[in-house]
């Protein structure tokens, strides 16, 4: 069994009167794919939103490669090397992918003896190194991002992550709004970030995504983790039943 | 890179062309302006008054240089106007007073332009704690600036519409600072550096040349300084970036409320140098100075092709319409034509600004699309 790189046991989490998590227990081992699933409210973006830090738990512990993160800053875990890539991609889509890649980390170059200035090719060449990693390749580079499809876009934020050495990777609905050839690029990028031994949490409600790239599947279901199944238990029947919760007489 | 070089190589003659007008239209419609009014406005057509509309551009050049860095973060600066006015009367009242009270007129002007400048950035600071802390819209709290700093600048005046009655020496050094020229041409003499020569027979005069005026090279020296800041430093790519995605900024670890703060405060840095060379240019105080140029300044920035959206947005072009804007007052007031029509020429300008922007970039997200 591969290494865990993260794990929350007993996270609780309530808003006012509703539990939103009730004593989750959930693991990432290293180099795997794990599809975390549920209906609306389940508790599945609450899950992540304590491990990225946007929310404290009322209880349990998070730790990461080791370390304990439970209740700290977003700034600070993303420090420790977790990456949550929204749906919304947080990309500055004025700018040229360098840009983007080095946002609020600019490497900077010293001309005419004292005068500090963007070194944009620098961050160009840079942000094609990681996009060669992740096998994408962007045609004009001085583009600006408004001018890329969603499915590149995604890659420069993935690109952004690995580029700052995430250790984990949370990707939200990664595919929602892209067209079918560009979910089949998303997810290819997926598994070459698994390929490279970034493990990647996805949430998705697309069905046909989880079982083409998830080595394993949680779902979640009245802020309970309801099934863990690893590949091989699962199939689009079974995640359905778990996810409307079919059969469970405590429904 | 492939396909790049493709989609490129596949754009036609007549699409090439049409790319290059529409992102240079500002240019080609300046020249196609100079070429008409010169062939339309007798005199137009002369060095001196080419000299003369880079002058009176200066104003809204310089307002539209700071108003530029505030509308690329999608906000707007209503108050500089009366900034302008603040640091005009600031400036002309304390070095009259300090000359009056003594002081040498050296040391004097040092001291009141610096406080001027200073007394500028007030309006700028509370304008970016409002707008960047207390989440105040920018349209709403530069709006209310735009009162106070017109009520502040009267103040000082006691009312009045000028601060006037400069001392004599005080006076003629403004003058020769906020008129002259770093280099004439005169005929028959050849250049001339610093000042116009005494004593020049009258059909000599009519011939001399201003070509470096001291405001011209004033505000040449800031627009190099902030454009090369917008686009070569990490505050002008920050600047960008928060007019693109805040959000995005802030998850960056961009501190944004503090970057916006600076904006401002350098929005109303620039009204406070064109403030001070309004006094030196008129020898006096005038609160009112830059009243008329703030919508002038909205104009320039966004006839230059700065997005009202935010995220785009350059120097140089706000600079190119506050000149369009300079040729075009000029040019109808050579042609004779009554003054009221400025202000429907201009406006239709604008709008013909924005739409050719918003055609612009709708071509460009077309092409590449399909390439």
Not at chain 1, 211 to 230: H, S, T
Not at chain 2, 221 to 248: M, S
Request: charged share 15%; glycine share 10%.
């Amino acid at each position: 069994m591969a290494e865990i790189i993260l794990s929350a046991t007993g996270v609780h989490k309530h808003f006012g009167g509703l539990i939103a998590l009730n004593s989750v227990d959930f693991q990432v081992e290293r180099g795997e794919v794990v599809a975390l699933l549920g209906d609306n409210g389940a508790g599945k973006s609450t899950l992540i939103k304590c491990i990225s830090g946007v929310y404290r738990p009322e209880g349990g512990h998070i730790s990461f490669d080791g370390q304990d993160i439970t209740g700290r800053a977003p700034s600070a875990i993303r420090d420790a090397g977790i990456e949550t890539i929204y749906q919304d991609l947080a990309l500055a889509e004025n700018l040229d992918v360098g840009a983007n890649v080095f946002l609020g980390k600019e490497k900077k170059k010293t001309i005419l003896g004292f005068i500090r200035v963007t070194d944009d090719d620098y961050m160009r060449q840079e942000a094609v190194k990681v996009l060669d990693r992740l096998d994408i390749h962007i045609p004009s580079l001085k583009q600006r991002l408004v001018n890329l499809s969603g499915g590149q876009r995604q890659a420069v934020a993935i690109a952004r992550a690995i580029y700052w050495n995430a250790r984990l990777v949370i990707m939200d609905e990664p595919t929602a709004a892209l067209g079918v050839p560009e979910q089949r690029k998303v997810l290819a990028l997926v598994r070459s970030l698994r390929d490279q031994g970034i493990p990647i949490i996805l949430i998705s409600h697309t069905m046909t995504d989880v079982l083409e790239v998830a080595d394993r599947c949680v779902v979640m279901r009245r802020g309970r983790v309801a099934a863990n199944l690893p590949k091989g238990q699962f199939d689009a029947e079974i995640l359905v039943k778990h996810i409307v919760g079919a059969g469970d007489l405590s429904a | 890179m492939a396909t790049a070089t493709a989609s490129k190589s596949t754009l036609n003659t007549r699409d090439r062309l049409l790319d290059i007008l529409a992102k240079g239209w500002a240019y080609f419609f300046l020249l196609a302006m100079v070429l008409f009014f010169s062939a339309t406005g007798p005199g137009f057509f002369s060095v001196n008054n080419f000299s003369n509309i880079l002058v009176t551009s200066t104003l809204v050049a310089l307002m539209a240089i700071g108003q530029t860095y505030v509308v690329i973060t999608s906000g707007i600066d209503l108050s500089i106007g009366w900034t302008v006015g603040l640091a005009s009367v600031v400036s002309a009242r304390s070095m009259r007073d300090l000359v009056n009270g003594g002081m040498d007129i050296g040391p004097a002007m040092l001291l009141g332009v610096s406080m001027a400048l200073l007394v500028s950035l007030i309006p700028g600071i509370i304008n970016g704690i409002l707008i960047a802390r207390v989440k105040v819209p920018a349209f709403i709290a530069t709006l209310g600036m735009y009162g106070i700093v017109r009520g502040a600048a009267f103040l000082l005046t006691d009312g009045q519409q000028v601060i006037g009655n400069l001392p004599d020496g005080l006076r003629e050094v403004l003058r020769a600072l906020g008129n002259g020229s770093l280099l004439y041409y005169v005929p028959e003499q050849g250049f001339v550096w610093f000042a116009r020569p005494d004593n020049l027979p009258p059909q000599v005069i009519r011939g001399v040349a201003s070509l470096l005026p001291y405001p011209v090279i004033v505000t040449a020296v800031v627009v190099v300084v902030f454009a090369f800041i917008l686009g070569r430093t990490q505050f002008g790519r920050h600047t960008y970036a928060i007019g693109g995605n805040p959000d995005a900024a802030t998850r960056a670890g961009i501190n944004v409320k503090n970057h916006l703060l600076w904006i401002y405060v350098l929005s109303a840095f620039t009204a406070g140098i064109a403030g001070v060379m309004h006094s030196f240019r008129f020898t006096a105080g005038a609160p009112q100075a830059g009243e008329a140029a703030l919508l002038q300044s909205v104009a320039a920035v966004v006839i230059g092709g700065t997005s009202l959206f935010g995220g785009e947005g350059k120097i140089s072009g706000a600079v190119i319409g506050a000149v369009i804007i300079g040729v075009l007052q000029t040019g109808l007031v050579i042609l004779n034509v009554d003054s009221i029509w400025q202000f429907i020429v201009v406006g239709v300008v604008i709008i013909v600004a924005v739409l050719v922007n918003q055609a612009q970039a709708a071509l460009e997200r077309l092409r590449t699309t399909n390439g």
